[in-house]
């Protein structure tokens, strides 16, 4: 059974900084490529930052310049750094992997992030 474990999430007051973390087990991680999407109460998911298994990065343009997604393959571990949050940043935080052959996905349970004063 796929696994992805999110953790790092947590109340921050605006301007600060969180690093989230997407262990993943069962999976050969360097053919994924791995991404962060968000979900904001009474709104859609949406994509925040994705890597492919090359390194490729994008992010959303709300969130350029204020949060890095990285990846440690050794670790099968995704990363995104989040600095400068903003209040508008306050959603639950899903990774997300996929197969880069099957296409096939898998998601963690999410993790929240809470920006306010």
């Known amino acids: 059974q796929v696994q992805l474990v999110e953790s790092g999430g947590g109340l921050v007051q605006p301007g600060g900084s969180l690093r989230l973390s997407c262990a993943a087990s069962?999976?050969?991680?360097?053919?994924?490529?791995m991404g962060w999407y968000r979900q904001a109460p009474g709104k859609q998911r949406e994509l925040v930052a994705a890597?492919?298994?090359?390194?490729?990065?994008n992010y959303a343009d709300s969130v350029k310049g204020r949060f890095t997604i990285s990846r440690d393959n050794a670790k099968n571990t995704v990363y995104l750094q989040m600095n400068s949050l903003k209040p508008e940043d306050t959603a639950v935080y899903y990774c997300?992997?996929?197969?880069?052959?099957?296409?096939?996905?898998?998601w963690g349970q999410g993790t929240q992030v809470t920006v306010s004063s």
């Open positions: 997300n992997a996929i197969n880069m052959y099957s296409k096939r996905d898998y």
């Open positions: 069962k999976i050969i991680f360097s053919i994924y490529d």
């Open positions: 890597i492919q298994n090359g390194g490729r990065t």
